[in-house]
């Protein structure tokens, strides 16, 4: 299998193994909803979407992150990439819960040109892994793993909202979506 053909497959399998756990009711979908569930909705897998980058280190800096409920959200300004769109350079930068020196994955929130309208309007998240090399860190910044906040399927669930920073002026059709008309 090419390392193309064992992406899209790990990537296929890590949507259903995440529609049988929502279909389980061990996700944020009510139960008066699950009878009507048979899957999320995603954009078709898109190798372009999908970036190894090298981090710059962050400060360390504890910053807050607003909330859909207004409650605060504590993070870390673990490092910053340089995320390359067809707009043009953009940098993100990458959030560690405050005191983790060394996190397994980093999370990036993101709105972008699909939020609202393709996508959920408060934006989405990616939950990226972290791996060291003799440079330094680099991060795997996936847009296909790209998914809805809890918030997206109801009430009771406190999202962190993207800053400002992290509005990408390109739409990034990878990952979940809002089902298109029609569909459950």
């Known amino acids: ?12 399998d890590f949507r259903r193994r995440k529609d049988a756990h929502f ?20 954009f078709d897998p898109d190798p372009a979407w999908a970036f190894v980058l090298p981090v710059e280190p962050g400060d360390g800096g504890e910053v807050t992150l607003a909330t859909n409920t ?9 490092g910053t990439v340089t995320l390359p769109l067809p707009s043009g ?22 709105r972008d040109g699909t939020s609202g309208r393709e996508t959920y309007g408060a934006g989405r998240y990616l939950d990226a892994p972290l791996a060291r090399t003799p440079e ?8 296909n793993l790209a998914y809805h906040p809890y918030c997206a399927y109801g009430d009771g669930w406190t999202c962190p909202l993207p800053p400002r920073e992290h509005w990408l002026p390109v739409p990034v059709r990878a990952g979940e979506r809002l089902p298109e008309a029609g569909q459950p």
């Open 23 to 42: 279909a389980a009711g061990r996700g944020p979908i009510g139960a008066e909803a699950l009878a009507d569930f048979h899957g999320l909705s995603y």
């Open 70 to 78: 207004g409650e605060a959200r504590p993070m870390a300004r673990f």
């Open 89 to 110: 350079p953009h940098r993100l930068t990458l959030f560690a819960p405050p005191g983790d020196e060394a996190p397994a994955r980093v999370f990036v929130p993101f």
């Open 136 to 143: 330094g860190w680099q991060v795997n910044l996936d847009f």
């Open 1 to 12: 299998m090419t390392g193309e053909a064992a992406w899209r497959e790990a990537l296929l």
